[in-house]
């Protein structure tokens, strides 16, 4: 394990990005590429796309310190972070996610607060990247993330920065998780005794939503089942769930909600609600928990 400083030409900080669809990996490039008077780093491209790396990253190598490394077939983004991690040379390590872009000042101030905090976090946009959203709003945009299941607070996976020490000491991503790496991760890292991550708020990463209802809704029921599983996981260290009365009351509000929105089109984060809690009725059978 290396200490900050132990080589004479150290590359310090190191960007791993995960990358499974490449389409808008040249605008994530193009802000690093932009970043201001930030410290040298290099980018690690874990590439999953199943395309030629080449044809999004070529144009960034004058401008940027890139290497590209090759996924493991069928491999987890979690399992793609940690290979980056694998292959980087630095010792303080940002991730970001593929179709995400950041702020000029990104690097420079999460390394700063690298110094100062072994584990942090940007703020997150959700409206640069998606006009068709214009009044979206995201819980990271003030803190960390603490509704989505009421246990310890969590950071996106695509905006944490992290001491290289610390991520080895924690073990990395879950491998296994194809949802809510992030919260398991950050969860690990508290139950071993280290504070959540600290909020960098001049850093800003502009998240990129999914514009089609229908994968969204996927997404959220994907979530909830991995709720389910999370619960079985972390019910002992304290993670709550509803009772059967508040459960019950949750749906019939959600269901009556919904059918009231439906005709006016108003019905897409009650849509979300719904997909969310059937996914976590479904884990909840798989994973032999009551989580509904």
């Excluded at 972390?234 to 009231?260: C, D, E, I, K």
Aim: with cysteine; proline share 5%.
């Amino acid at each position: 394990m290396r200490a900050l400083g132990t080589d004479p030409n150290p590359t310090q900080v190191s960007v791993v990005i995960p990358c499974r669809d490449d389409t808008y990996l040249p605008a994530t490039l193009a802000s690093l590429a932009a970043q201001n008077q930030a410290p040298s780093f290099e980018v690690i491209v874990v590439d999953d796309s199943g395309h030629d790396p080449a044809l999004g990253v070529d144009r960034f190598r004058d401008s940027l310190n890139l290497r590209v490394v090759a996924a493991r077939d069928a491999a987890t983004d979690g399992e793609n972070c940690n290979a980056g991690v694998t292959a980087a040379r630095g010792d303080l390590v940002l991730f970001v996610d593929a179709d995400d872009t950041v702020n000029d000042e990104y690097v420079r101030a999460m390394v700063d607060a690298l110094r100062l905090h072994p584990c942090v976090c940007s703020r997150v946009d959700v409206v640069s990247l998606n006009p068709w959203n214009p009044r979206g709003t995201h819980p990271q945009q003030t803190g960390l993330v603490t509704t989505d299941m009421g246990f310890l607070p969590f950071a996106g996976a695509g905006t944490l920065g992290i001491r290289r020490a610390l991520f080895e000491e924690i073990g990395g991503f879950d491998p296994s998780l194809r949802q809510y790496k992030d919260a398991d991760f950050c969860w690990r890292l508290q139950l071993a005794g280290h504070k959540a991550p600290f909020l960098v708020e001049t850093a800003e990463l502009h998240y990129r939503l999914e514009a089609r209802n229908v994968i969204r809704l996927r997404k959220a029921a994907a979530r909830g089942m991995a709720e389910a599983y999370l619960y079985r996981r972390y019910r002992h260290a304290g993670m709550p769930r509803q009772t059967f009365g508040q459960a019950a009351a949750a749906w019939r509000s959600l269901v009556w909600g919904l059918l009231r929105t439906l005709p006016a089109r108003r019905g897409e984060g009650l849509g979300w609600d719904l997909a969310t809690r059937a996914g976590r009725l479904v884990g909840s059978l798989r994973y032999r928990v009551w989580y509904f």
